[in-house]
Nanobody, 125 residues
Framework: VQLQASGGGLVQAGGSLRLSCAASGRTFHNYDVAWFRQAPGKEREFVAAIRRNGNSIYYLDSVKGRFTISRDNAKVTVYLQMNSLKSEDTALYYC???????????????????WGQGTLVTVSS
């Protein structure tokens, strides 16, 4: 599976962005998909994940109520709608795909075998 992330940009605090993660390959619907982010000088951080069938979703506590992850398997794309953005959301955002993961590992970056390139989100205060 090859992943292509897009949709990043510069936005003012309180604004919104929608990130997209487009996948190649017909087996995309077999993968759990997640978004991670990495801010300058910080470790990569889990943001959100969605199961292959879309029935279960997981979020980082600090983005709950502001970010929404969704997927369209027909379009082989996963989205991250980000609202009420804050300066602390500034980071390089990555999408990642893995096989069906056990719940205890779904927030762990090493669980994901496939990664897209990052898309930069900058929130100005």
């Amino acid at each position: 599976v090859q992943l292509q992330a897009s949709g990043g940009g510069l936005v003012q605090a309180g604004g919104s962005l929608r990130l997209s993660c487009a996948a190649s390959g017909r087996t995309f619907h077999n993968y759990d998909v997640a978004w991670f982010r990495q801010a300058p000088g910080k470790e990569r951080e889990f943001v959100a994940a969605i199961r292959r069938n879309g029935n279960s979703i997981y979020y980082l506590d600090s983005v709950k109520g502001r970010f929404t992850i969704s997927r369209d398997n027909a379009k082989v794309t996963v989205y991250l709608q980000m609202n009420s953005l804050k300066s602390e959301d500034t980071a390089l955002y990555y999408c990642a795909a893995g096989g069906t993961l056990i719940t205890s590992t779904i927030r762990n970056a090493p669980s994901y075998a496939y990664w897209g390139q990052g898309t930069l989100v900058t929130v100005s205060s």
